[in-house]
C-alpha cells in the first residue's frame, strides 16, 4: 500500500503542479481545500476539477471564517486586488494564511496516518508572501513535530515543498511532463464565476510570463 | 492607549485565567473562540460570559470544521470520553488543535495590529497534550515571526502562556486574586447543555483537586 499524503489544493497552478509532482513520487493523496472566503470562489471549482483529473483517493474542502477576520485584498471586499506590481509584500497577502492551512492539513494528516504533507509554495517567480520561503517550510515542520502525538512519538512529519526552488517556468514543465490539464486551474485574483481571468492582477501576470518562458501554450481563459 | 493582545478563550478554567492574567498586564484583549464541533458546545456559552465578566474590547467566535477531520473523543461522537485516568496522550487529544487555533489568533492579531497573544496552556497539571509544553510555544512563536508581515519587517510577536508553569492550585489562586468568576467557566469534556459538569472525566478530576488544593470553594456546578 503507499503511503498517504495530504496535499493543499486551492485549484490554481502551483498547488496542482505540487500534486502531480505528490501522485508522481508514489503517495496516495489526500487532497484538502479551503472555502474561507476567498473572492476568487471559482478556485474551489478549479481545486475540484484538478483534484478528480488527477485521481486524489479524497478531497475534502473545509469551511474556514478568514473573512471574519479580514485584512486582505483576497477576502475583504473593501480591499481592491491592485493591477500593477507593488512594492514589498502586497495587500493580497492573507495574515498567517499558509500557517492556518498547514496547520489544518497536519490535524487531518495525524488522524489520516499521514506524515507528509505537500504544499505549492514558491519563493522565485512569487509574490513576496513570508510564508512562502523555505525558512517558514522549515519552522512548520519543526512545530509540527513538537505539535502532534506521532512527532512526540517519534514518527515525524515532513513538509514538501516540491516548487520552492523552482522558477514558474520550471514549475510549468514539470507539470506539464506530469499530464497537469493547466486549463482547469484558476490563479486569476478575480476570477469572475466562470473561472476566466482578468490577465492584470499580480497572480496573472506572473502565470502569463510563466508559459511565455515555459514555451508552453497557455490555456487561461481570459474574459 | 492599552496595547491590543488576542487571547484564546475556551470558557475553561485556565483560558478564564490567562485572559485575567493579560487584563492585569494592561492589555487592551481581543478574545477569540472557536465553534469546533466540540461535544462540550457549553464551553462557548461559558467563554461568552467569561468575556463579559472580564470586559474584553471584543469577542469573536470562528466556526472551523474540527469535526469533519475527526480523531478526537472531543469532536468524534464515536470515540468515548474516558473517565479514569489514562497512560500517555489520551484520546481527547484533539489533533493540531493549539496550532490551529494560534495560527488564526496570529491571522486576526497582524490584522487589528496587536503583537501579543496569550494561550491558558498549562504543562504541570495537564492532561499530557504535546501541544501545551513549553518547547511547542516557543517553537510557534519561532514561526509566528517567519510567517507574518510583521514579523518579517522586525516587529516581533510574542506568545505569553503566563500558567505554562504553574500547578492548577496556583492558576485557581491567581485567577480567584484577580477577581475570575469561576462559576461561570466550564471544564467537563461532556458537561450538558446548561454546563453542568459530569464529575468523573479527566478534566473534572484536575479541576476539583486544584480548588482543593487551592483552599478555594468549588464553584463548580455538577449535574
Redesign the interface.
Known amino acids: 500500500m503507499s503511503d498517504k499524503a495530504v496535499v493543499l489544493l486551492s485549484g490554481g497552478l502551483d498547488s496542482a503542479t505540487a500534486l502531480a509532482v505528490a501522485k508522481d513520487q508514489g503517495y496516495a493523496c489526500h487532497a484538502l481545500s479551503f472555502d474561507y472566503g476567498q473572492r476568487h470562489a471559482a478556485e474551489l471549482e478549479a481545486a475540484k476539477r484538478v483534484a478528480r483529473s488527477l485521481g486524489v483517493v479524497e478531497h475534502?474542502v473545509?469551511?474556514?471564517?478568514?473573512d471574519?477576520?479580514?485584512?486582505s485584498a483576497l477576502t475583504d471586499e473593501a480591499i481592491e486586488v491592485p493591477e500593477t506590481p507593488q512594492e514589498g509584500?502586497p495587500v493580497t497577502?492573507?495574515?498567517?494564511?499558509?500557517?492556518?492551512f498547514?496547520?489544518?492539513a497536519?490535524?487531518?494528516a495525524?488522524?489520516l496516518g499521514a506524515r507528509d504533507l505537500f504544499i505549492g509554495v514558491n519563493a522565485v517567480d512569487y509574490s513576496g508572501y513570508?510564508?512562502c520561503?523555505p525558512?517558514?517550510i522549515e519552522?512548520?515542520q519543526?512545530?509540527?513535530n513538537?505539535?502532534?502525538?506521532a512527532?512526540?512519538e517519534g514518527d515525524r512529519f515532513r513538509i514538501h515543498a516540491p516548487l520552492i526552488h523552482m522558477t514558474k517556468a520550471e514549475i510549468i514543465r514539470t507539470g506539464a511532463r506530469l499530464g497537469v490539464d493547466y486549463s482547469l486551474t484558476v490563479s486569476c485574483y478575480q476570477a469572475d464565476a466562470e473561472g476566466r481571468a482578468c490577465g492584470r492582477c499580480d497572480s496573472c501576470r506572473l502565470r502569463a510570463e510563466g508559459f511565455a518562458a515555459a514555451g508552453v501554450p497557455d490555456p487561461t481563459r481570459y474574459r
Do not use: H, M, Q, S
Open positions: 475534502r473545509l469551511r474556514l471564517g478568514l471574519e477576520i479580514g485584512g509584500i497577502y492573507v495574515p498567517a494564511r499558509n500557517t492556518v498547514l496547520a489544518l497536519l490535524g487531518w495525524e488522524v513570508p510564508d520561503r525558512e517558514f519552522a512548520f519543526k512545530l509540527a513538537l505539535a502532534t502525538r512527532g512526540v
